[in-house]
Nanobody
Framework: QVQLVESGGGLVQAGGSLRLSCAAS????????MGWFRQAPGKEREFVAA????????YYADSVLGRFTISRDNAKNTVYLQMNSLKPEDTAVYYC????????????????WGQGTQVTVSS
């Protein structure tokens, strides 16, 4: 398994940008599909984006398509989430995780969750 640590969250005004990072430890990092999820207060954790091991295939939730970009650098054992045109509804704790199941959009198919990083978008 891998261990994951997120960073890069913060407070930003609507329309602004942030770049989240997820640093992984473990020799097998490059073999996993990696995903970003978010959880707002009082809501369930939801899928945001995922990237295959090669970095060539990516998947996005409809709510972030065209605004967020997921990428990975296997040499650095790091996954990134570039977030542009942020909206107040993007406010949440953002988590990264590794896919151990088969469904890249399902929370239950992921594991090795990081501790999360808070993103707050003010209007």
């Amino acid at each position: 398994q891998v261990q994951l640590v997120e960073s890069g969250g913060g407070l930003v005004q609507a329309g602004g940008s942030l770049r989240l990072s997820c640093a992984a430890s473990g020799r097998t990092f490059s073999t996993y599909v990696m995903g970003w999820f978010r959880q707002a207060p009082g809501k369930e954790r939801e899928f945001v984006a995922a990237v295959r091991w090669s970095g060539n295939s990516t998947y996005y939730a409809d709510s972030v398509l065209g605004r967020f970009t997921i990428s990975r650098d296997n040499a650095k054992n790091t996954v990134y989430l570039q977030m542009n045109s942020l909206k107040p509804e993007d406010t949440a704790v953002y988590y990264c995780a590794a896919l151990y199941g088969t469904n890249w959009y399902r929370v239950a198919d992921y594991g090795s969750w990081g501790q999360g990083t808070q993103v707050t978008v003010s209007s």
